[in-house]
């Protein structure tokens, strides 16, 4: 509700204001001196000021200082039966908005009110726009993060349809807000469809909106998640979990950019980009008859793999020192047994769980040195029990014939990772007689990640 304050020593202009102004539906309040406009200032969240200048008790000139310095953003008029040029340049000078000579015309007044909060509604979206850039920051140094964040530079500049890949917890709709934040549809909407969420009854209703009387329910018209997404981004989270039915009229929505309403006749023209995400592979899903193969096509324009903190160890304690800092504002440190107990863990809730874990420290742990036994207690696990054995010398690969290297035991943590995961990726290739979709099933991962890990060790497939 907008809030205007009418400070004026006349009642005569007070009850004139006041009624244009709550005729707009403006909330008003009113004061007959400086010094009772400032109490209501301090316990009212006001949108605007009109101001007199010859008041008692304190002069309007006074007033508006003292209201720029408590208020810097609250936008003043400062009105007068005395004015005079001198006058005026003062109260610009000040930071009043405009200067208002008596007797007030009328529509000046509205035309005035209404440029004052257009402006105050600009300053709201920045600060919201600046908020959300902040808040959706991909924090990350590991190589893997960075990668997605070359992607999403890029997936960004275009209107492309966008499919993110990645377990739950990984950040799939952190990374669908920064292509959003990052494109040249960042000032309009972000406008998410938790795909998994709605029943199967509604989300046509939901994603198209509906007309009053088209069913038992629609007490009145409503628009859909398309509508309230125009000019700006659509983000359709867990696809995979959309009934077949949906995703036939998901497919001709994106296609003709039309949609029509439940209940209507009337066709709509949407300006939407659509950016989806998913813990399935779609692929896979296709192959089983479970996702429109005609609709993949439509959304894999751009595909986007978010990695899983399994894979992007070296960014655990970053992640978790910036969960800390915003819930507390501390600075924490880690010790040595701290740090490689959170490294050896296995997440399987990703970056989520992550979260959790900040979010008890914060709350249950005292100490700003996070210690071996604070990351025992709070997660409930311990290293020990967790960490399997190594195998033998030579025994990973079983029946391969370049058995796995020895002097694995030897290298950095870094360096026998990768050793390893190069010899895995060829193996299971081998296995899979070349096939990139078969070995991606096989492992677990999505076929377009596994081609960058192919690509990252110059690993060459050789097709069976």
């Known amino acids: 509700m907008t809030k205007i304050l009418i400070i004026d020593d006349e009642p005569g202009i007070r009850r004139t204001l006041a009624s244009i102004m709550e005729d707009e539906h403006y909330t008003v309040f009113t004061a007959e001196d400086a010094v009772l406009g400032l109490e209501i200032l301090e316990s009212e969240q006001v949108n605007m000021v009109f101001l007199d200048v010859m008041l008692p008790k304190m002069g309007g000139m006074e007033a508006l200082e003292r209201i720029r310095a408590g208020w810097p953003e609250l936008e003043v008029v400062v009105i007068s039966g005395h004015a005079n040029v001198d006058m005026a340049v003062r109260a610009v000078k000040l930071g009043a908005f405009d200067f208002l000579e008596k007797p007030l015309s009328l529509d000046k007044v509205l035309t005035l009110c209404r440029n004052v909060l257009t402006l105050e509604k600009l300053r709201e979206e920045n600060r919201d726009l600046k908020k959300n850039l902040n808040k959706d920051e991909i924090i990350g140094l590991s190589p893997q993060i960075a990668e997605v964040k070359s992607r999403i530079k890029q997936a960004a500049q275009s209107d492309a349809r966008i499919l993110i890949y990645g377990e739950n917890g990984t950040g799939k709709e952190l990374a669908a807000r920064a292509i959003h934040y990052g494109s040249a549809r960042a000032g309009k909407a972000f406008v998410e469809v938790n795909c998994a969420a709605i029943p199967d009854t509604l989300i046509e209703s939901e994603l198209f909106g509906h007309e009053k009387g088209a069913f038992t329910d629609a007490v009145s018209s409503r628009k859909g998640r398309f509508e309230l997404a125009h000019g700006g981004t659509l983000f359709l989270d867990e696809i995979g979990d959309m009934s077949l039915a949906a995703q036939a009229k998901m497919l001709r929505a994106i296609q003709e950019q039309q949609i029509q309403r439940v209940?209507?006749?009337?066709?709509?023209?949407?300006?939407?980009?659509?950016?989806?995400?998913?813990?399935?592979?779609?692929?896979?899903?296709?192959?089983?008859?479970?996702?429109?193969?005609?609709?993949?096509?439509?959304?894999?324009?751009?595909?986007?793999?978010?990695?899983?903190?399994?894979?992007?160890?070296?960014?655990?304690?970053?992640?978790?020192?910036?969960?800390?800092?915003?819930?507390?504002?501390?600075?924490?440190e880690l010790t040595d047994e701290a740090r490689e107990a959170l490294l050896a863990y296995p997440w399987p809730g990703n970056i989520r769980e992550l979260k959790n874990l900040a979010e008890r420290i914060a709350v249950m742990w005292d100490d700003e040195h996070i210690s071996l036994k604070a990351i025992r207690d709070l997660l409930r696990w311990t290293p020990a029990e967790e960490t399997p054995a190594l195998p033998e010398t030579g025994s990973f690969l079983s029946g391969s014939q370049d058995p796995f290297p020895s002097n694995i035991f030897h290298l950095k943590y870094n360096e026998a990772k990768e050793m390893f995961e190069k010899y895995y990726l060829e193996f299971q290739l081998t296995q899979n007689n070349g096939v990139i979709s078969r070995a991606a099933e096989a492992i677990g991962i999505y076929p377009s990640n596994l081609h960058v890990k192919l690509r990252k060790y110059n690993i060459v497939r050789t097709e069976r």
């Open 263 to 332: 209940g209507g006749e009337k066709t709509i023209t949407t300006d939407v980009r659509v950016i989806a995400a998913t813990n399935k592979n779609l692929e896979t899903e296709c192959k089983a008859g479970r996702f429109r193969q005609d609709l993949f096509f439509r959304l894999n324009v751009i595909p986007v793999v978010i990695p899983s903190l399994r894979e992007r160890r070296e960014d655990i304690p970053l992640l978790l020192f910036h969960f800390l800092k915003e819930l507390s504002g501390v600075n924490y």
